[in-house]
């Protein structure tokens, strides 16, 4: 990727994540609104939800030169997924021959060699 094209790519998500910080002082600004209204009535009740925006459209398919990036937090925070088990290889009696005769090989390598 050229450094023009990389600028282009920052930049587009430097974008995004200023939209993105402009929802969340919306979201803060209305929490707080309510808030001081609820301590101004002295109301045990909660204040209604704001209604939820409807999030940033995905794009079909990710670019292979954009990575999708998690921060470390959410990478120690998300919940592991274990692997299932691989099936078993399937090795014919010549490649199993080849592979023992090499492993024999190494073996006596490091003999000789101590």
Same mark, same amino acid.
Request: a positive charge; hydrophobic letters at 40%.
């Given at each position: 990727?050229?450094?023009?094209?990389?600028?282009?790519?920052?930049?587009?998500?430097?974008?995004?994540?200023?939209?993105?910080?402009?929802?969340?002082?919306?979201?803060?600004?209305?929490?707080?609104?309510?808030?001081?209204?609820?301590?101004?009535?002295?109301?045990?009740?909660? $204040? $209604?939800? *704001?209604?939820?925006? $409807?999030? *940033?459209?995905?794009? $079909?398919? *990710?670019?292979?030169?954009?990575?999708?990036?998690?921060?470390?937090?959410?990478?120690?925070?998300? *919940?592991?997924?274990?692997?299932?088990?691989?099936?078993?290889?399937?090795?014919?009696?010549?490649?199993?021959?080849?592979?023992?005769?090499?492993?024999?090989?190494?073996?006596?390598?490091?003999?000789?060699?101590?």
């Amino acid at each position: 990727m050229s450094i023009s094209g990389a600028v282009a790519e920052l930049d587009k998500e430097i974008a995004g994540l200023n939209k993105e910080v402009e929802r969340l002082m919306q979201i803060r600004e209305s929490l707080l609104q309510g808030v001081s209204k609820r301590a101004v009535r002295g109301s045990a009740t909660a $204040p $209604p939800a *704001p209604a939820k925006k $409807p999030g *940033p459209k995905k794009k $079909p398919g *990710p670019k292979k030169s954009t990575a999708v990036k998690k921060s470390v937090a959410v990478k120690k925070s998300a *919940p592991t997924k274990t692997a299932a088990p691989a099936a078993k290889r399937v090795v014919s009696e010549a490649t199993r021959k080849k592979m023992s005769d090499a492993a024999k090989a190494r073996a006596a390598k490091k003999v000789s060699a101590a």
